[in-house]
């Protein structure tokens, strides 16, 4: 399966990528209804560098434990969940130049989800619609934070920092 979400960002791909290597990044991207604890940040984009949460689903506790495979500074870097909820996960996140202050950050997600086609049958549309919440609000907070660089390095006034919209 695949899942893949757009935003076009008013800030450049350096600022973009650079949100994305900020040692407070993870733990600004976790959305409020996630119960999730970082156990072991990233220390870094690299390749190997793992990371691991523990996050609810309904009354269970799951580690995810993940493993960054891929990594071009300054436009992409990948993990894949090497222990977690789903059968199969790898992740890419590019940041693509549109122009000087203008870029579009693309999360493509492929993933298998557990139980093989049972799992497909009945899990499908409520993974698809998780997903889509989940990177809607790290979309949401990833404009905030570089757009609001972008008005502070122009010297202009930052742009309302309060938590996104929610969803």
Not at 17 to 38: G, K, M, S, V
Not at 91 to 117: C, K, M, N, Q, W
């Amino acid at each position: 399966m695949r899942f893949v979400k757009e935003t076009r960002i008013a800030a450049s791909a350096e600022a973009v990528f650079a949100f994305h290597e900020r040692p407070d990044a993870l733990a600004l991207l976790q959305p409020p209804w996630q119960a999730a604890e970082i156990v072991q940040p990233p220390s870094s984009l690299a390749v190997g560098t793992r990371v691991v949460l523990r996050v609810r689903f309904g009354p269970f506790r799951r580690t995810i434990d993940a493993e960054h495979v891929a990594y071009e500074p300054g436009r992409m870097f990948a993990d894949r969940m090497v222990r977690g909820p789903f059968a199969s996960w790898l992740h890419r996140h590019v940041v693509t130049p549109i122009g000087p202050a203008e870029s579009l950050l693309t999360d493509d997600v492929e993933y298998e989800l557990p139980f093989g086609a049972v799992g497909r049958l009945l899990g499908a549309r409520l993974a698809e619609r998780e997903l889509e919440r989940l990177f809607e609000y790290r979309h949401a907070v990833t404009r905030r934070e570089c757009e609001r660089r972008t008005d502070d390095d122009r010297g202009g006034a930052a742009r309302d920092a309060g938590p996104p919209p929610a969803i």
